[in-house]
């Protein structure tokens, strides 16, 4: 096991820059428009699990609810023959910069090409809302082996790289 990993930033400027996986009939991707924060929690253990996603899993009731119940949030569901593929959250700053807060795919999709379609839903989403100025999102090496090039393939750069120390 490495004794550091790499924190990847990446963005995008313009809504031209998203270079889109079109979206098969069988991927249906809903936006969650009656916010449930109870909802977002099982979603960030059910995708996050496997990249120990930890930040968030001692957060209370209204941790969660604050961020969810923002005007600046917003959640997105993917679905296939009734299962959850996977989700995404984005989260917009004053600045008109929205952020791709939490993206991912339930485990059993892996390799079945969901990831850039919903990527490339992501984007399109985040761009579509209205005062967009900037679309980011950031990774790092201990996430799946193909987030990083997945982002790059959608047409996603990196401005910022950060080695951690782990230890």
């Known amino acids: 096991m490495s004794d550091s990993y790499t924190t990847y930033y ?3 400027l313009y809504p031209e820059q998203v270079r889109a996986k ?4 069988d991927l249906l991707i809903l936006e969650c428009e ?3 924060f109870q909802l977002n929690r099982f979603l960030y253990q059910l995708v996050g699990g ?9 957060w209370t009731d209204q941790q969660w609810q604050a961020l969810v119940e923002s005007d600046n949030h917003r959640t997105w569901v993917a679905w ?5 593929v996977g989700y995404y959250e984005l989260l917009r700053d004053a600045q008109g ?4 807060l939490y993206f991912g795919l339930v485990e059993s999709f892996f390799g079945r090409g969901f990831g850039g379609l919903l990527l490339s839903h992501a984007l399109q989403s985040a ?3 209205p005062g967009t100025r900037r679309v980011w999102v950031h990774t790092c090496s201990l996430d799946h082996p193909s987030a ?12 910022c790289e950060e080695v951690t120390s782990i230890g």
């Open 22 to 25: 079109s979206l098969p009939d």
């Open 97 to 100: 910069a929205v952020e791709i």
């Open 50 to 58: 496997p990249w120990q996603w930890t930040d968030k899993l001692n």
């Open 127 to 129: 761009w579509a809302w």
């Open 10 to 12: 990446l963005d995008m």
């Open 80 to 84: 296939h023959k009734g299962a959850i």
């Open 34 to 36: 009656i916010k449930q």
């Open 148 to 159: 990083l090039a997945n982002y790059q393939a959608r047409g996603m750069q990196i401005y």
